[in-house]
Nanobody, 119 residues
């Protein structure tokens, strides 16, 4: 059974930090690209950060320099370190796993974790 379980969300003041964690199970984690998305109320889901199976990273312009994505293939986890948080970072954050295996695409999602940045 495939599972992606996000933890680490919460309420933080502007300028603060949070670290989100996504624990994966039920698939070959090391073969998958991992991504963090977020969705704010009444807005579309947007890509925040991505890391390939070999560790290459990519970030949305709005978070570059503030957020860091990393992965631990032994622990089957992907992290999102978020620093210098702003109110506009408030959203539900989702963990995503994607891969193409023998020509078939696989796309898994977690349930999301709420991040609220407010004074």
């Amino acid at each position: 059974q495939v599972q992606l379980v996000e933890t680490g969300g919460g309420l933080v003041q502007p300028g603060g930090s949070l670290r989100l964690s996504c624990a994966a199970s039920g698939f070959t984690f090391s073969s998958y690209a991992m991504r963090w998305y977020r969705q704010a109320p009444e807005k579309e889901r947007e890509l925040v950060a991505a890391i390939t199976s070999i560790g290459r990273t990519n970030y949305a312009a709005s978070v570059k320099g503030r957020f860091t994505i990393s992965r631990d293939n032994d622990k089957k986890t992907v992290l999102l370190q978020m620093n210098s948080l702003k109110p506009e970072d408030t959203a539900v954050y989702y963990c995503n796993a994607q891969a193409v295996v023998v020509g078939q695409g696989y796309d898994y999602w977690g349930q999301g974790t709420q991040v609220t940045v407010s004074a």
